[in-house]
């Protein structure tokens, strides 16, 4: 399907095209099995300046919004959702600074994101704080001219392996949601440190983990938007980056469509190649439509980010969704298509359907997506 | 340091296909690149650049449709192309095209350092490089696989040869070509490509460089291609038995009666 993409859009589709297969697609097994941090791989991204896309030209990004961010993370995923994410993980964690950062918070921290020389995460997950995002238990108490934060954080992806954070945290816990506010908190500020860097079923590249506060002194310059702001701060930037894991799913589910393919086209049993059975090419038709249909929902939604319409939650919401129960439907259905080899981890689809399955659960679980784009729904039509 | 890359627009293949009917390639269908020797050229060139600061330029010759190749040289970082595009350099030989090529360089004037793959992987000659420094009258190191160290005047490069490699210190201005091992050549960055997309490309015809006529294009060209064929396959072949010494008299006897 063309998408009609303006020549810059082109132009990033084919450099990260590029990466992902000279760069991504040789070291994608080996970073699958250790686990480590694929720094060579973010370098290469960076040098390119897939960063800083949609970051600001006034600090140092590219201002071709979230559209190319989706492309890039879309094609990188075509050959390893996990290191794909690193690079999305590292736009989650900037959104927050690009939406609601003020000159000063802007001036000091985007241009080293937008030239990949750092990493960011975003950090909102607690153990008792998943989907209940207001059961967040991380506390930050204003002393002078510090905010003095405790607490702790797990599942952050690029935990660890970024440099700069931006940390959910309550500052008055007796207004409930509305006592959360949003801090950018550095590697190596006092009192911040690492725990347990999770083992994990997929993305395996990337890193995942703990982030733990002990009278971690954060100066109070770094308080994003005002106290109080927390909430609004982390929905404002989940219906940014959304798309963004709507594509990470949408290349993922392509990556093991092509896989699939190849493999029915050289795969012989009976006498004859298995994609000339029509249970396989039904299993095809359905797949690539499903894939394609994903796509054009997420390209949807991150254009009306691109336009600057004010409320995407829905709709990215629903690319989100959609494009995630895809990716896990079409990397399973791939995986049948390889037979008993598929299931070996000689043949490289099994790694894709177990880096599919995260994509329906992170950046809010597809039930809280459901939530969201029903209760839209609903308030919509009751106007 | 200013630096002069020559490229050249190659099939991406390296299976080319010959049409067995005209002895000319088969080039429909077949994607056209940047040689890929003359990739780490490049790459060594912009490494220099960011050393020592300076100017890098590539120049190829070629058909209009080569502007492409020069335009993916500065999506890599190259600051300036030059097409030698003219149809009296059609049926250039390696003697006419390193002539055409060094007299766009006596064109561009000063330089410090000329970087050249160390040979096409269409034609194979390796020979362009060199012919280029014999005419510009500057000194060559040819398969170089290491800039040692550079200075203003001076440059001491590692020379790949078949059983280790050769230390040779060059005054500069001069002409390297490169062996892949000299670097891992970087992928093209955003900006460079949008810049790429509107660059303009300098193209120089005959006219431009005012060369001799003699000397350019296929009157030019001592090499006539009188046929191209594939030559047989050998077959047969004959493997000796027995005992080291009776395997070598039977080869001394076989020399003997059979080679000539």
Known sequence: MDYLFNDEQKMVKELAHKIAEEKIRPVAAIYDQTQDYPWEIIKVIADAGLFGLFIPEDYGGMSVGVLNLCIATEEMSRACGGIAVCYAASALGTFPIVLFGNEEQKKKYLPDLASGKKVAAFAVTEPEAGSDASAIKTTAKKEGEHYVLNGLKHFITNGGDAETYVVIAMTDKNKGARGASAFIVEKGMPGFTFGKKEDKFGIRASSTSELIFTDCKVPKENLLSREGMGFIVTMKTFDMSRPGVAAQAVGIAQGALELAVKYAKERHQFGKAISSFQGIQWMIADMATEVEASRALVYAAARMVDAGIKDVGKESAMAKMYASDTAMKVTVDALQIFGGYGYMKDYPIEKYVRDAKITQIYEGTNQIQRNIIALEIIKELAK | ?260
């Open chain 2, 1 to 260: 340091m200013n630096i002069i890359v020559c490229i050249k627009q190659v099939p991406e293949t390296t299976e080319v296909r010959i049409n067995p009917e005209t002895n000319t390639l088969i080039r429909e269908g077949v994607k056209a690149i940047i040689n890929p020797f003359d990739m780490y050229a490049i790459e060594e060139a912009l490494r220099l650049k960011e050393k020592f600061g300076g100017k890098t330029t590539v120049i190829t010759m070629g058909p209009p449709q080569a502007e492409a190749a020069i335009r993916e040289a500065i999506s890599l970082g190259i600051d300036e192309g030059i097409l030698l595009c003219d149809r009296a350099f059609a049926g250039s030989d390696t003697w006419a095209t390193s002539y055409t090529l060094s007299g766009a360089i006596k064109k561009i004037g000063a330089f410090d350092l000329i970087l050249c793959g160390k040979q096409a992987s269409d034609g194979d000659t390796a020979q362009v490089g060199p012919g280029i420094s014999t005419h510009l009258d500057i000194p060559q190191v040819t398969y170089v696989k290491k800039i040692e160290e550079a200075k203003e005047k001076i440059m001491r490069v590692e020379r790949l040869m078949e059983e280790g490699y050769e230390i040779i210190e060059i005054p500069l201005p001069a002409l390297l070509t490169v062996v892949k091992e000299i670097n891992e050549p970087r992928l093209p960055s955003l900006r460079g490509m949008m810049r790429a997309k509107s660059a303009q490309i300098i193209t120089w015809g005959q006219k431009d460089l005012n060369l001799d006529p003699q000397q350019i294009g296929l009157c030019g060209s001592p090499t006539q291609v009188v046929k191209i064929f594939t030559p047989p396959q050998r077959t047969g072949g004959q493997i000796l038995t027995g005992e080291i010494t009776e395997i070598a008299d039977q080869l001394v006897d076989l020399l003997k009666s059979e080679a000539h």
